[in-house]
């Protein structure tokens, strides 16, 4: 099994980075293959709306000049997918949202890629926004039909300066339980898939007019 981790921070090895390596660290001691595909320096702009993905039903944003349709692919052939970000004015930065509108557009779009996978939202903040933030990311989790791992608190972690979140000994201490807990519901649900599969039905779509 293999879980691939979101990195949306512009910065490579920053807090985000370290927070999620805690959590891929307890994944990997249980057997469960783990990346990190670092999103967050690159040039992603927001979804157009333009409706092509559900037209098309490729799997494919229209926009194909960035790394969107590749991670789309890598996260259709992983089991569990992590969403870790930094916190910009208490929310979540604006590379990583338009990442994760067309992401989970395009996959909403063609059948609901990521449905019934494993996922979990982790948050790197300095002071404060940390709720907001993670809850702004189970947004996409729980709308996908996710199953979402947990931990003994909110999967947030704080630190400034890249690494120091190694420090808060409480959040380090989430994200490997959150690790663990996230190992566990995977080996579930691979014992679980070819018995008690919930159908899937079609998406019912209305709006406050009619």
């Given at each position: 099994?293999?879980?691939?981790?979101?990195?949306?921070?512009?910065?490579?090895?920053?807090?985000?980075?370290?927070?999620?390596m805690?959590?891929?660290?307890q994944?990997?001691?249980?057997?469960?293959?783990?990346?990190v595909?670092?999103?967050?320096?690159q040039?992603?702009?927001?979804?157009?709306?333009?409706?092509?993905?559900?037209?098309?039903?490729?799997?494919?944003?229209?926009?194909?000049?960035?790394?969107?349709n590749?991670?789309?692919q890598?996260?259709?052939?992983?089991?569990?997918?992590?969403?870790?970000?930094?916190?910009?004015?208490?929310?979540?930065?604006?590379?990583?949202?338009?990442?994760?509108?067309?992401?989970?557009?395009?996959?909403?779009?063609?059948?609901?890629?990521l449905?019934?996978?494993?996922?979990?939202?982790?948050?790197?903040?300095?002071?404060?926004?940390?709720?907001?933030?993670?809850?702004?990311?189970?947004?996409?989790?729980?709308?996908?039909?996710?199953?979402?791992?947990t931990?003994?608190y909110?999967?947030?972690?704080h630190?400034?300066?890249?690494?120091?979140?190694?420090?808060?000994?409480?959040?380090?201490?989430i994200?490997?339980?959150?690790?663990s807990?996230?190992?566990?519901?995977?080996q579930?649900?691979?014992?679980?898939?070819?018995?008690i599969?919930?159908?899937?039905?079609?998406?019912v779509?209305?709006?406050?007019?009619?």
């Open positions: 099994m293999k879980v691939v981790a979101i990195n949306g921070s512009p910065h490579k090895k920053g807090n985000t980075y370290h927070a999620l805690e959590v891929g660290k994944l990997q001691t249980e057997g469960i293959e783990f990346e595909i670092h999103i967050g320096n040039a992603i702009r927001g979804c157009l709306a333009c409706g092509g993905c559900a037209r098309n039903k490729d799997e494919r944003c229209t926009i194909a000049t960035d790394i969107v590749d991670a789309i890598q996260m259709k052939a992983a089991d569990g997918i992590i969403l870790g970000s930094p916190v910009y004015y208490a929310g979540i930065p604006g590379t990583m949202k338009s990442f994760l509108d067309r992401a989970f557009y395009v996959s909403g779009s063609n059948g609901n890629l449905r019934h996978k494993v996922g979990a939202a982790v948050v790197a903040v300095r002071r404060t926004g940390g709720s907001a933030t993670f809850d702004s990311l189970n947004h996409y989790l729980s709308y996908s039909e996710m199953i979402l791992a931990s003994n909110w999967n947030i972690i630190g400034r300066t890249a690494g120091e979140v190694l420090q808060d000994a409480e959040g380090v201490q994200m490997q339980v959150l690790g807990n996230m190992a566990w519901l995977l579930m649900r691979k014992q679980a898939k070819d018995s599969e919930p159908q899937r039905v079609d998406k779509f209305t709006h406050f007019v009619r």
